[in-house]
T-cell receptor, first 113, second 112 residues
């Protein structure tokens, strides 16, 4: 069974640009959640999607958004990038959502210059 | 504000040592606590704990939760160099806006 797949793995953007990250969950998993990981703040929850609906949300500004498609694949978008958005963005999938075991992808390393 | 605190932040031991990692939490409406291991890649799941006092074991790793004192410990016996990683603790809150609250992790280095 294939694991959680995230693309791209590495990217560099300039301030003010926007970026879209993609996540394909484990086959059969309907929940996809997103996290930002930085050395100073650790892992922080962004949001969770389940059956194409945002079900839970962390405390991030509106520049961070996401969506989920009918095949459970999810995308995360960050608009008007700031230097502080440089981080590892992790996606995780689970069968029924947070509260069950979640499985992480390898992450997308975003550097904003 | 919900928070999860892990200690120590970093630890260096020799192969064969036993280590105990700590995770304390203050979360409204606790549901469960999870442990993950992160090497230079995706975090991998270790344990999910929901009930107090019930030890979970997997090989040389074990973990237990104390819901009265609001903490969990992760034990690793007979450590090996392959145990070197960051160990992350997270707590899931119950309720409608369910989310994972993460600690900063404990960085463990096992020297040969």
């Amino acid at each position: 069974k294939a694991g959680v797949t995230q693309t791209p793995r590495y990217l560099i953007k300039t301030r003010g640009q926007q970026v879209t990250l993609s996540c394909s969950p484990i086959s059969g998993h309907r929940s996809v959640s997103w996290y930002q990981q930085t050395p100073g703040q650790g892992l922080q929850f962004l949001f969770e999607y389940f059956s194409e609906t945002q079900r839970n949300k962390g405390n991030f500004p509106g520049r961070f958004s996401g969506r989920q498609f009918s095949n459970s694949r999810s995308e995360m978008n960050v608009s008007t990038l700031e230097l502080g958005d440089s981080a590892l963005y992790l996606c995780a999938s689970s069968l029924e959502g947070i509260g069950n075991t979640i499985y992480f992808g390898e992450g997308s390393w975003l550097t904003v210059v | 504000e919900d928070k999860v605190v892990q200690s120590p932040l970093s630890l260096v031991v020799h192969e064969g040592d036993t280590v105990t990692l700590n995770c304390s939490y203050e979360v409204t409406n606790f549901r469960s606590l999870l442990w993950y291991k992160q090497e230079k890649k995706a975090p991998t799941f270790l344990f999910m704990l929901t009930s107090s006092g019930i030890e979970k074991k997997s090989g040389r790793l074990s973990s237990i939760l104390d819901k009265k004192e609001l903490f969990s410990i992760l034990n690793i016996t007979a450590t090996q160099t392959g145990d070197s990683a960051v160990y992350l603790c997270a707590v899931i809150n119950a309720g409608n806006n369910r989310k994972l609250i993460w600690g900063l992790g404990t960085s463990l280095a096992v020297n040969p």
